[in-house]
């Protein structure tokens, strides 16, 4: 968490951030107490929309977007829409050449929409429904996860007669990533992917193999996502002062759900008190 202190801002001379941190390669703070990004004054942006805002940078996202493609130039580098998806997003993301990483019918009916390419589009989630994976299908995603033995018949199933589609094996690493207990998804007792040290893995791994319509493409495993838990704010902070939040997404604030059982988190003031 970062605090824009307006106080000491006015005191100095407008200046370039250098270490990204939640800001963009474009932000600057202004002599006035304001901050600018991409040029648009973020004092602009709170009047006019109100707070909490979710602010994207195009130019920081389309660097972001080449400065992987360049660390990683045989790789395929998918985005994942769930933290954040909006027309906008997906067309730079496109025209970057990255993939696309959806997990719900919505997502994937959005990025047609929008015309992402198909064979771009990776489509996972642990509680797929027939008429997701039939879309899918229809749409001629690259990639499907795969994340239970179930889940293999059924898609095979689904696959017109000489098509192969790819897919991938959501295994479980059994390695505890993340602050949360409701967010670790690499260890053994969850909900998600095919388990290693059981043997689910590798009977996913015969089934696909056995099927003529499908076509092992890889595996597909996750750590889990992280949580900020008891992040201390300045003794000195003031009303007028601006809180910047690092970490966003799909557990934070601008865009709060209760997936996973996460509750939705609350906005410190500089009151003391706690807001929705």
Partial sequence: MCVLEQSLESQMPSVT?????????????????????????????????????????????????????????????????????CRAMAGWVREE?????????????????????????????NAKTPQELRGAVAAGVGRIVVDNLAEINRLAALIPAGRRQKVLLRVIPDIEGGAHEATRTGGEDQKFGLSVATGAAGQAVTRVLGQPSLKLAGLHCEAGDTIAEDVELPADIRPGDVIVVAATGAYHHSMASTYNMTARPSSPSPAGRQGW
Avoid at 61 to 66: K, N, T
Avoid at 118 to 123: K, N, Q, V, W, Y
């Fill in 17 to 85: 951030v250098t270490a990204r941190g939640p800001w963009s390669a474009t932000t600057r703070f202004e002599a006035d107490g304001d901050a600018t990004a991409g040029g648009v004054s973020l004092v602009e942006i709170s009047t006019r929309f109100g707070t909490p805002a979710y602010v994207l940078d195009e130019t920081d996202v389309r660097e972001r977007c080449r400065a992987y493609r360049a660390a990683l130039p045989d790789a395929e580098i998918a985005y994942a829409a769930k933290a954040f998806l």
């Fill in 97 to 125: 050449g990255l993939g696309l990483d959806v997990c719900s019918g919505g997502e994937l009916t959005f990025a047609c929409s929008i015309g992402f390419p198909a064979d771009r589009i990776i489509f996972h989630g």
